[in-house]
């Protein structure tokens, strides 16, 4: 503060008064803690007016130079004083706005993220293999680009098979029409050939992945399309343990009350082979449109694995024996959730996926 007095000698003075005037209608209009640091600058800084004001006392006459004096440095403490509450004010001022601009609101809702589901695909493989885990089986895989050996040759299928025809496999580099080896394995049996030539028995596994077939889509076809392949090599293995391994499968995955069926069928690979249905879980067994009217479903291809077959990986067919079982899990998927069209699986349409 300065007194009234002072304030008074202050602005009668020519040259004092004309600074504490303009000072204080600088200091009024500055509106951030930058003017606040210019206006020290323009009056108290080293060519400050203020400043060079008070350099030019030492030229006045020594009664001048006390009045003078007596003054400026008045002033100049009033304007320092004054700077630094200004100042202060400003920069509190600033702060709060940037407090108030930044806040955040915490009760604002979050906003909604969608969860993902697993594919149904992926689901149904899962709960196939954890039945088979549970008794005892352990989860292999193979490749889906295969050789003509492990896919046909050494699962006795001779070369005349229809299965090779250019119509069903998909081949790899078809140089001129002619069969290159390498093609996309039209099952996953060929995983049981892998698995054989690599480990002795005895031998629990099961391989779940992907087969290709020369199919054209419609409701019950996909030419990209997933098997669970099972495989058990053990001494002593009947076919009784087949039928029992298979009918406890189907209780755990389709209902305690569903009867199994074997029916008579072929595989280069196994003998004898059979198909496996299941009663229908739609009607239960009265028959409807899902079952065709059977009562029935087919589920999967399977047999006692031919003495042939272990010739081809080297084990003793006089000592050992096993079953081997492929099912289609998109034709599972089918049945157990009444999905009425395989394609509805890999148009990846999320209204769909998003139901089971
Ligand atoms: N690989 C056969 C198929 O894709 C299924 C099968 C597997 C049959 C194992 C018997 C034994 O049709």
């Given at each position: 503060m300065i007194s009234r007095k002072l304030r008074e000698e202050i602005d009668a003075d020519p040259e004092l008064g004309v600074i504490y005037r303009e000072a204080q209608t600088a200091l009024e209009s500055a509106a951030d803690p930058g003017d606040i640091e210019s206006v020290r600058v323009s009056?108290?800084?080293?060519?400050g007016r203020l400043s060079a004001l008070l350099q030019g006392i030492?030229?006045?006459s020594p009664e001048e130079r006390r009045r003078v004096g007596r003054l400026g440095n008045n002033l100049k403490t009033w304007l320092e004083n004054s700077l630094e509450k200004k100042g202060d004010m400003l920069r509190r001022q600033e702060l709060e706005g940037t407090l108030a601009g930044e806040r955040?609101?915490?009760?604002l809702p979050g906003r909604y993220m969608p969860f993902g589901t697993r594919h149904l695909l992926s689901r149904i493989i899962e709960e196939i293999e954890d039945i088979f885990i549970g008794m005892g089986y352990r989860v292999v895989e193979g490749p889906e680009v295969e050789l003509d050996y492990y896919n046909f040759e050494a699962l006795?299928?001779?070369?005349?098979?229809?299965?090779?025809?250019l119509s069903d496999t998909f081949y790899v580099n078809v140089p001129d029409g002619e069969h290159s080896?390498?093609?996309?394995?039209?099952?996953?049996?060929p995983v049981q050939i892998r698995v054989m030539e690599k480990t002795p028995p005895p031998l629990y596994v099961i391989a779940p992945g992907k087969a290709y077939r020369h199919d054209v889509p419609d409701a019950t076809h996909s030419p990209m399309f997933h098997q669970v392949e099972g495989l058990a090599v053990d001494e002593g293995i009947t076919l009784g343990d087949l039928k029992g391994t298979l009918e406890h499968f189907a209780k755990r995955m389709f209902g305690d009350d569903r009867l199994v069926r074997f029916r008579p069928h072929f595989f280069?690979?196994?003998?004898p082979s059979a198909e496996v249905d299941v009663s229908c879980n739609i009607c239960g067994g009265t028959g409807c449109r899902v079952c065709s009217g059977t009562g029935w479903l087919e589920i999967l291809g399977s047999g006692m694995v031919d003495p042939n077959v272990f010739e081809y990986v080297g084990y003793d067919s006089e000592a050992i024996s096993g079953f081997a079982f492929g099912m289609g899990v998109e034709r599972i998927a089918l049945l157990k959730?009444?999905?009425?069209?395989?394609?509805y699986f890999f148009d990846n349409d999320l209204r769909l996926l998003g139901q089971y």
């Open positions: 009056f108290l800084g080293r060519k030492k030229d006045l955040l609101d915490i009760t006795n299928t001779p070369d005349w098979h229809p299965s090779k025809s080896d390498v093609l996309l394995r039209t099952h996953t049996s280069p690979f196994t003998e959730y009444g999905v009425p069209d395989i394609r």
